[in-house]
């Protein structure tokens, strides 16, 4: 069962403005990842759902997490059918995010008050996700649907948006501002923060301090600090 409400999600998600998310096959991996964002000062962290062994690294991250970061948010990624949220919602995931929007996994989301933050990539993905309840879309892939440009074109005339861009997000200051000044609400960030190179080499330090970094710089974008985006 989810520890933290949708709505609690939704606020640390915009107003910290940074949604790391990473796989790992290792719970012992996983947890040192997890340990590490959260001493940076991340509120929400996304494990994503891309291995045979997601679940049980995701339910011994879920444990470990009550007991040792109690305050840091975790959710699921990579999900895109209702079974298989329902298995990680009932393990304890507090969020869902999905590559595409699923009316399945927004009726299901809904009933349990549980965040779902699905990928769009057009300004009808991103309308019928909205007309479906959803807070805050995925747009994904960011890069590839027309970067910062496209944020900012489908911001002008719905300015209610509250978009995610995720990947081709770059752990620098130049990338996080241009999203954050183009209208994006908060950042999704994986192998470009969390890197093969940190974690085979497992510098927890390093790893810290650049979440550390990534959130310094997104509230020097916002202009005002820990405020997001409007």
């Not at 915009?14 to 719970?27: C, I, N, R, T």
């Not at 305050?71 to 699921?76: A, H, P, R």
């Not at 892939?141 to 440009?149: D, F, I, L, R, Y």
Request: charged residues 20%; glycine residues 10%.
């Amino acid at each position: 069962m989810a520890r933290f409400m949708r709505l609690d999600v939704l606020n640390a998600t915009l107003d910290s403005g940074l949604v790391p998310l990473f796989y790992d096959d290792e719970a012992k991996t996983a947890i040192e990842v997890a340990s590490a964002v959260a001493r940076g000062g991340a509120r929400v962290l996304e494990f994503t759902n891309r291995g045979e062994k997601a679940y049980p690294v995701f339910t011994a991250l879920v444990e470990h997490l009550a007991r040792a970061n109690p305050d840091l948010i975790l959710g699921v990624g990579s999900i895109v059918d209702a079974p298989t949220a329902a298995l990680y919602v009932a393990s304890g995931a507090s969020f869902i995010v999905g590559p595409s929007f699923s009316p399945e996994l927004a009726r299901l989301c809904n009933r349990r008050k549980i965040a779902y933050i699905p990928g769009c990539a057009t300004a009808t993905e991103i309308a019928t996700a909205e007309e479906a309840g959803v807070e805050i879309c995925k747009v994904f892939p960011g890069e590839s649907a027309g970067g910062p440009g496209f944020v900012k074109a489908v911001m002008a005339p719905c300015p209610w948006h509250r978009l995610l861009p995720t990947g081709g997000v770059d752990a620098s200051e130049a990338s996080i501002s241009e999203w954050i000044k183009a209208g994006a609400a908060a950042l999704g960030m994986g192998s470009k923060l969390i890197t093969a190179q940190t974690v085979k080499a497992r510098d927890w330090d390093s790893l810290s301090g650049k979440v550390e970094q990534c959130l310094g710089w997104i509230k020097k974008a916002r202009g005002v600090p820990g405020l997001p985006a409007r």
